[in-house]
């Protein structure tokens, strides 16, 4: 039987309900309900419309793909402040066992949105895999008041997050390599702790990646003793060095030129 399915490229969202599992039964019933009115409260806040977004609900969480048009600094910014709002305030009065708390993971990518028992693609797998990576649910637990732990892809910190666009905080975001060993998986990512500071947890998370060596600055240390070379700003020669049409090729010892 044909598939008559199209890939398209679109923002990808998977969205997880923290000890969902260690529940009783009631109240699973009433978490579902608290997530779906939480998305939908955060989205009308932000100014997103969730009636336009592809939704597979799967109890303790929802794979949302977005439209084309979805403003992007938006969702990072205002909806996920708001989904934050709303959970700090309904947990505030309730018991550990019963708050709800999510993990958010964010991706895009080409795959198919049209298929047979839902989507298919590597983007879908992908953000699936960031909302279970141990980085993020390890983050999570050293801020218990918090009520949203987002995770995006590296593509998705590089269009949006470092953008520059109003109310999305790079500083905010953490690098770290999200790895599920049993299932192969193994890919960079930043995660965000949202009302928190991530980066100021000391324990070394799973995954963790150090910073970036930052680039030399300054002129270049003074050479050692025996030092047989030429410098000419930051350029370094230690064999012979012309410079200009038909120049003559010197080499210099301790300082000092020879022919």
Same mark, same amino acid.
């Given at each position: 039987?044909? +598939?008559?399915?199209?890939? %398209?490229?679109?923002?990808?969202?998977?969205?997880?309900?923290?000890?969902?599992?260690?529940?009783?039964?009631?109240?699973?019933?009433?978490?579902?309900?608290?997530?779906? *009115?939480?998305?939908?409260?955060?989205?009308?806040?932000?100014?997103?419309?969730?009636?336009?977004?592809?939704?597979?609900?799967?109890?303790?969480? /929802? !794979?949302?793909?977005?439209?084309?048009?979805?403003?992007?600094?938006?969702? !990072?910014?205002?909806? @996920?402040?708001?989904?934050?709002?709303?959970?700090?305030?309904?947990?505030?009065?309730?018991?550990?066992?019963?708050?709800?708390?999510? %993990?958010?993971?964010?991706?895009?990518? @080409?795959? =198919?949105?049209?298929?047979?028992? &839902?989507?298919?693609?590597?983007?879908?797998?992908?953000?699936?895999?960031?909302?279970?990576?141990?980085?993020?649910?390890?983050?999570?637990?050293? =801020?218990?008041?918090?009520?949203?732990?987002?995770?995006?892809?590296?593509?998705?910190?590089?269009?949006? +997050?470092?953008?520059?666009?109003?109310?999305?905080?790079? *500083?905010?975001?953490?690098?770290?390599?999200? *790895?599920?060993?049993?299932?192969?998986?193994? /890919?960079?990512?930043?995660?965000?702790?949202?009302? /928190?500071? +991530?980066?100021?947890?000391?324990?070394?998370?799973?995954?963790?990646?150090?910073?970036?060596?930052?680039?030399?600055?300054?002129?270049?240390?003074?050479?050692?003793?025996?030092?047989?070379?030429? %410098?000419? &700003?930051?350029? /370094?020669?230690?064999?012979?060095?012309?410079?200009?049409?038909?120049?003559?090729?010197?080499?210099?010892?301790?300082?000092?030129?020879?022919?």
């Amino acid at each position: 039987m044909s +598939v008559t399915s199209e890939t %398209r490229r679109r923002l990808v969202i998977v969205t997880d309900t923290e000890r969902y599992s260690a529940r009783t039964t009631r109240l699973q019933h009433e978490a579902q309900a608290v997530f779906r *009115e939480a998305l939908d409260a955060a989205a009308a806040e932000a100014g997103l419309d969730r009636a336009g977004w592809d939704c597979q609900p799967s109890g303790d969480g /929802e !794979l949302a793909v977005l439209p084309q048009d979805t403003d992007e600094p938006v969702l !990072l910014a205002g909806y @996920l402040a708001a989904l934050d709002a709303y959970l700090r305030s309904y947990n505030a009065d309730r018991a550990k066992a019963a708050r709800i708390r999510i %993990r958010l993971a964010v991706n895009q990518g @080409l795959f =198919f949105t049209r298929s047979r028992n &839902g989507f298919a693609g590597d983007a879908v797998n992908v953000t699936a895999r960031l909302a279970d990576a141990p980085a993020l649910k390890a983050a999570f637990q050293h =801020f218990p008041a918090a009520a949203v732990a987002c995770i995006v892809s590296d593509g998705i910190y590089r269009d949006v +997050v470092a953008g520059g666009y109003d109310g999305v905080r790079p *500083e905010a975001y953490r690098r770290v390599r999200a *790895e599920i060993a049993d299932k192969g998986f193994a /890919e960079p990512a930043w995660i965000r702790i949202v009302g /928190e500071d +991530v980066n100021d947890v000391e324990t070394p998370l799973p995954g963790d990646e150090p910073a970036a060596e930052p680039p030399p600055t300054g002129r270049p240390a003074q050479p050692d003793a025996g030092y047989s070379g030429i %410098r000419v &700003g930051d350029v /370094e020669s230690r064999g012979q060095l012309a410079i200009g049409n038909n120049a003559t090729l010197n080499a210099y010892r301790s300082g000092k030129r020879t022919r």
